[in-house]
């Protein structure tokens, strides 16, 4: 090396702007070879980048002469993007920091502090792989919907919000009520498992701009060093998600407040850009629904009115879960003021064609969610690569930006946390920080600098699973075909099963029961976790268990309810617990996924084809009924909801795997009935949730789901009474399909939505099957009174006949405590004494 040349170069400075791209072709990672020209050479050397530094040096003892100036081609900038990714962290420490919080155990500030922590690791996370397009507001305490609530100030009158920013004490009452009211409703995130916080609106909403989370997410990552994205849940979709508030007619038109909310969306653009934002994320999933020309103008009309607004920022807007109709295409591509569209490339299997044949706006971008959001499964990325290759064909080289398909929420955290997984199928899998990986490694491909290790061993993984025997058993297929020769109806009509049933069980007009699962306590939590552990024997745990039914049968006995529960004290969780006694299933430790505010599930994986080696719950359920006279349920978790709340291989056709289920379930039933168990309830909690945000596809996924719940049950005598239930997902729209599932008693969750519910049966739908519509809200801890139950119950017989009316609450128990359930179902069955008393006396 001369010293001419170490005088010329003896300190190079590269300045980067952090998590939004390096400057230099190549440079992206950790230990990155560079090249790049000086004076008649090129030269090549290593450095370590760090995103915590803004700047770094490169000496000239670090360089040496490129053999290969000549034939060196400069590299086009990567472009990646997360939509979101999941916030509970990869140990559920914000659901543990909540509930600690909610329970007076910690402050504030501890959960604050926590909240920071969980965001500046994300932030690093992502910036550390070499995304380019980091998001951030898209953290929540409890929902994204409730924060753009928060931030419009649109806080319903019954919470007595004084003004100013919004603080936890109102946002938490809005999302889960307080001693004296009630939470808002909440219902499924359009076809996911996770729920959201309905808005209640109407013309006296007076919108204030009352949280600045989106601009103190966006300085906090900058402070970091991480330049962002922020997210906002875009106004039309706010606003088609909402609802009239109560006592607002219920044809009051939402969509006319549209222009009071952008004001709000203005003050937060302005203050985001003077906060030295550049892009902006606005997500608008409602654009995959069969949205009206109304609605559709909406869309033009809200973005048109904050164009001056935007002005200097790159706006993205966002859609998933589905294609976007051709339409709604044509609407958001036409919008002058928008740089950007997302789509999902996963479930929206149409889209690609669509931008072919219509077209694509020159000199915009396309944010292609080709990575999977909502399952486990290794991207295919060899095949990923060919479709990014082909859309870079229509929308030009530097266009187009690789991405996931929706939030990764809706998948577990980190593949990492998982040791105990079989390594054959961990190959298989990608968790939410695998999916960064893979985000980045397709934008490194597209941009000429494939990784071909990577790429190598996806594709042996790829090559595994498809010829892995234990995929395939060829018994479970071969019975799955064959259930389409019959529709698998019950020999009776309802109402003679229902006749017949009364006669057995002698059960009082009105009765009363609960859903199934009992509050699950710290003490049965240790047990089932040290048993787990092999710390103690199993007959130390059978008697562990046998002790806590027996505590539940005893607490039902006196609380007088007429049907009881075993109260699922063995049981994790309600789909786990059946995944982890049936073959083709694997579990994970730390696989969880946030479903609500804090609370969290764990969907097991099905892998393979589906079977059931022996019997799951006969033991526990026939023990229960022996320590009562009164009759026991046995309590099942129904095919579809199986399917629905697990992370279902996408090898085969959903509607194949959802049969074989139906066949395992089928056959529990069947050795249920055969023990003695009068009264069986399969749940199907998740079925309406499974539904396609497209009208064309609702009637056949309808058709196999109702017929695989209708499979299960079949074969029972007409004295077995069968039981169903369903929650938090609107039930107006699929009553006839509810109907059609034949079951002899629903329960429904109804109170937390107001009781919509009763709505389609005041419209004249005609229900002959037992119903309980749920009657308080068991997400909340709020306890109702006696009268107001009674005043619910009331308002069930204007619409339905008293004897197919039961009385319940509106779901499951297992995360409220005793002291919470005792009173609630002490006034629960103190109202259905006092209806039956008034009824005789009517009579």
């Not at 609530?149 to 307080?178: C, H, K, Q």
């Not at 009071?260 to 969306?265: A, D, E, N």
């Not at 049968?553 to 075993?566: A, G, M, S, T, Y």
């Amino acid at each position: 090396m001369t010293s001419k040349l170490t005088n010329l170069a003896r300190s190079i400075v590269i300045t980067c702007r952090i998590g939004m791209g390096i400057a230099i072709p190549g440079v992206n990672s950790c230990s990155t070879a560079i090249s790049f020209p000086l004076p008649g050479k090129l030269f090549q050397f290593r450095s370590c980048i760090y995103y915590s530094t803004k700047t770094f040096s490169i000496h000239a003892s670090s360089l040496t002469p490129s053999r290969h100036f000549t034939s060196t081609p400069l590299l086009r900038d990567m472009a990646s993007h997360i939509v979101g990714y999941p916030r509970m962290g990869p140990k559920r420490e914000l659901k543990f920091a909540l509930e600690s919080f909610w329970d007076g155990k910690s402050t504030s500030e501890e959960l604050q502090k926590v909240a920071a922590d969980l965001r500046s690791s994300i932030w690093k996370q992502m910036a550390e792989a070499g995304i380019k397009f980091i998001p951030s507001n898209t953290f929540s305490y409890y929902d994204q919907v409730l924060d753009t609530t928060a931030m419009l100030g649109a806080v319903p009158e019954r919470y007595s919000w004084a003004g100013g920013e919004i603080g936890f004490d109102t946002y938490f009452s809005m999302a889960r009520g307080n001693a004296t009211v009630p939470a808002m409703e909440m219902t499924k995130w359009f076809d996911t498992n996770y729920h959201f916080i309905v808005p209640e609106l109407g013309p006296d909403m007076k919108f204030k701009y009352s949280s600045h989370k989106a601009i103190s997410e966006y300085k906090e990552a900058k402070a970091l060093g991480i330049d962002t994205v922020p997210v906002l849940i875009g106004p039309v979709t706010y606003v088609l998600l909402s609802k009239p508030a109560k006592g607002v007619n219920k044809s009051f038109p939402l969509l006319s407040l549209l222009g009071s909310i952008l004001h709000i969306y203005k003050e937060v653009i302005s203050e985001l850009k003077a906060a030295g934002a550049s892009w902006i994320q606005f997500d608008e999933p409602s654009l995959v629904m069969d949205l009206d020309s109304h609605q559709l103008d909406a869309f033009r009309k809200a973005y048109s009115e904050l164009e001056s607004s935007l002005s200097g920022l790159n706006v993205l807007i966002e859609t998933y879960f589905a294609d976007v109709p051709v339409e709604a295409y044509k609407t958001i591509t036409g919008l002058r003021t928008i740089s950007a569209f997302g789509f999902d490339l996963v479930r929206g299997t149409k889209t690609a064609d669509v931008i072919k044949s219509v077209g694509f706006p020159s000199g915009k971008y396309l944010f292609a969610g080709i990575v999977d959001g909502r399952n486990i499964w290794a991207n295919d990325l060899a095949s990923s690569l060919a479709i990014l290759k082909d859309l870079e064909t229509v929308v030009g080289k530097d266009k187009l930006v690789v991405s996931t398909s929706c939030s990764l929420m809706h998948t577990a955290v980190d593949l990492v946390n998982e040791t105990k997984l079989d390594s054959e199928i961990k190959s298989w899998l990608a968790f939410a920080a695998q999916k960064v990986v893979e985000v980045n490694a397709l934008s490194k491909a597209l941009a000429g600098q494939k990784d071909e290790a990577f790429f190598s061993a996806n594709a042996a993984a790829q090559a595994s699973r498809k010829s892995s025997p234990r995929v395939t058993n060829a018994e479970v297929q071969k019975a799955a075909a064959a259930l389409k020769d019959s529709d698998h109806r019950r020999a009776t009509n309802v109402s003679t099963r229902l006749d017949t049933q009364q006669k057995k069980l002698n059960l009082p007009i009105l009765p009363t029961t609960t859903t199934g699962s009992f509050p699950q306590t710290v003490e049965l939590r240790r047990v089932r976790r040290e048993y787990k552990a092999k710390k103690i024997s199993e007959q130390d745990y059978i008697n562990a268990i046998k002790e806590e039914i027996s505590k539940v049968v005893k607490l039902q006995e006196e609380l007088d309810l007429d049907v009881l529960v075993h109260g699922e004290p063995e049981r994790n969780d309600m789909v786990e617990y059946f995944g982890e006694q049936l073959s083709g299933f694997a579990f994970t430790v730390n696989g969880w996924v946030q479903s609500y505010g804090s609370r969290c599930v764990k969907p097991p994986i099905i892998y393979g084809d589906v079977s059931r080696p022996k019997a799951m719950t006969v033991f526990w359920s026939t023990t229960a009924q022996s320590m009562t006279s009164r009759p026991m349920k046995g309590m099942l978790t129904g095919p579809v909801t199986i399917l629905n709340w697990s992370f279902v291989r996408n090898d085969q056709p959903r509607h194949e795997t959802c049969y074989q289920i139906a066949l395992a379930i089928k056959k529990e039933v069947e050795d249920l009935e055969a023990a003695g168990i009068q009264v069986i309830q399969i749940d199907e909690a998740a079925l309406r949730e499974g539904l396609p945000l497209r009208k064309s596809e609702q009637a056949f996924y309808l058709d196999w789901a109702v017929h695989s719940f209708r499979i299960t049950n079949c074969s029972v005598k007409d004295t077995t009474q069968i039981h169903t239930h369903m929650c938090y997902s609107n039930f107006n729209d699929i009553i006839h399909s509810i109907i059609n599932m034949d079951s002899d008693v629903i329960t429904l969750e109804n109170s937390r939505s107001d009781e919509k519910l009763l709505s389609v049966f005041r419209e004249g739908v005609k229900y002959g099957s037992g119903i309980g519509p749920g009657v308080y809200d068991i997400h909340s801890p709020r306890i109702p009174s006696t009268e107001e139950l009674a005043d619910r119950i009331n308002k069930m017989l204007a619409v339905l006949e008293a004897n197919i009316l039961w009385v319940n609450p509106d779901c499951g128990l297992k995360t409220r405590k005793y002291t919470e359930v005792k009173p609630a179902l002490t006034n629960m069955v103190a109202a259905a004494k006092l209806l039956r008393s008034q009824l005789a006396s009517a009579k």
